[in-house]
C-alpha cells in the first residue's frame, strides 16, 4: 500500500499497490522472499530472492513506479502497464549461484550513494 501524511505524520489517504507484472514473470527463478525493506533514501523497496533449491541467491531494487494501484480488471490492467515508462524495471544488483545450500543472513545494509563524492 502507499500511504500518504501530512506534514505532522497524520495519515492522510492510502492506495492499495502491486507489481506492474506477476512477481514469477520479473523473477522466474525465485521462490523464496527471504528479506526485503525500503533502501534508507526511499528510493527503492530492495528484496533478497532464493531459488527452490537455495542454490541461486538474488539481491533485487525495485523501483516504486513499478508497484501500480490495484486494477480493477485486465483494461485497466494493461493501461497502468502502458503508461509506465520503458527504462522503469527491476535491478538484479547482486546474484550468487552455488553448489550448495545458501545461508541467508541479516548483514545487508544498502548505505546511501552520493553521487559526485569520491
Known amino acids: 500500500a502507499e500511504i ?3 506534514c505532522h505524520g497524520k495519515i492522510v489517504s492510502t492506495e492499495e499497490k502491486e507489481l506492474v507484472l506477476p512477481f514469477s514473470t520479473l523473477f522466474p ?3 523464496y522472499i527471504t528479506r526485503a525493506g525500503w533502501t534508507q533514501d526511499g528510493k527503492y523497496a530492495w528484496a533478497i530472492l532464493l531459488d527452490r533449491s537455495q542454490q541461486r541467491l538474488q539481491l533485487v531494487l525495485l523501483p516504486p ?3 501500480i494501484p490495484v486494477p480493477e480488471n ?3 490492467r494493461l493501461e497502468f ?4 515508462p520503458e527504462n522503469v524495471q527491476p535491478f538484479i544488483i547482486y546474484e550468487e549461484v552455488s553448489d550448495l545450500w545458501i545461508n541467508v543472513h541479516d548483514l545487508f545494509y ?4 552520493e553521487i559526485g563524492r569520491a
Do not use: M, V
Open 4 to 6: 500518504k501524511t501530512h
Open 29 to 31: 527463478t525465485a521462490e
Open 65 to 67: 513506479a513499478l508497484f
Open 74 to 76: 485486465e483494461e485497466q
Open 81 to 84: 502497464a502502458k503508461a509506465l
Open 110 to 113: 544498502p548505505f546511501l550513494q
